[in-house]
């Protein structure tokens, strides 16, 4: 049976590259996603296949099922843009203005819908039945995924696998974790008032500026010395903002950034730490400081018995360029959503190209042969997972 996949798929090739670049031209920006969503189900549609459509939102759910019985193994693909403009000079550039796909989903998308039809094709000789989650909203929370599983996505479902193609690891490479491999994305956001003036007086004013200048040094103590230094956690201050003339104290500043962490215990140590320290500040000067602490996704926490099956399934397979345990990555992914409802695991699929960019850059691209070593793994776990 993995051998016709493997043959389907490889005879798939030039297909998955055409939907790839096609939606690289096209992209849409998370939540706005309606052309791609009707792509993807007008894909499903003409081969003859169960879909739904507005699921959660944008989402698309396609079942096809066996000709014997089995479990009921799910496999889920991403596909919204970013709002980031294009600046590669290839044939496939996006056709949109200031928005790209700068973090893979359109090969994500492709991926899994040359799959889904290779199963379709075998579907009579398979065991069990095959959901493929299309999944809108990535990018931004509160994400799609959430609001997919409350209209009932993973209704039946055993077991979930994705996998993330990524452009700064080796092309062709499956690189997996057992536990956490994506951090949980939390965001805050200060305003700090104070008390602006004529810059020839300062003793007059309360000083927004160099009041956020002191909360961004007092922040950068939490991680160095209230987190155990086994345990791991980022704060990244990523905005700092307060516009005047050159001759004006500043009245008003805004800091926003994010936090990065693996558990619970440490996710509210960090919340707790932040706004003590924003209290802090605000009382050695006399000024007051609104904090807005926003929590983003869970942690993406892999199972780990569906971690090492994944593992033995890709070792086994001879046309990948490697399998390789990696180290959990701070990104965030709503994906972790998933993997708390049902067991299952999220692997990473090296893409490196000739010339690699990180994700979300404006010149992002991707080795499209890594789609077929993505393909492959999927399939091949999926369809062995029934043994």
Known sequence: MRDLLFKKLEQSYDDMVEIRRHLHMNPEISFKEEKTAAYIADFYKQLGVDVRTGVGGNGVVAKVKGGKA???????????????????????????PGVMHACGHDGHTATLLQLAKAIHEMREELAGEYVFIHQH????????????????????????????????????????ADGPIMAAPDRFHFTIQGAGGHGASPHQTKDAIVIGSQLVMNLQQIVSRRVDPIESAVLSVGSFISDNAYNVIADQAVIVGTVR??????????????????EGTAIANDCQIKVEYTRGYPAVVNHVKETIF???????IPDLAGVEEMKPQMGGEDFAYYLEKVPGTFFFTGAKPTDAYPHHHPRF????????????????TAIEYQK
């Open 137 to 176: 909203a990535e990018e931004l929370a509160p994400g799609g995924a959430i609001a997919m599983i409350e209209d009932g996505c993973l209704d039946g479902v055993d077991v979930i696998f994705g996998t993330h193609l990524w452009s700064l690891f080796e092309s062709g490479v499956i690189y997996y």
């Open 261 to 278: 962490t693996f558990t619970q215990e440490l996710r509210d140590l960090m919340e707790q730490e932040i706004r003590r320290v924003a």
């Open 365 to 380: 691209d991707i080795d499209e042969k890594a789609m077929m070593a993505a393909a492959k793994t999927l399939g091949a």
């Open 310 to 316: 994944l593992k033995s399934v890709a070792e086994s």
């Open 70 to 96: 089995g479990k009921t193994v799910a496999l889920r693909a991403d596909f919204d843009a970013l709002p980031i403009q294009d600046q590669k000079d290839t044939p496939y550039a996006s056709k949109v």
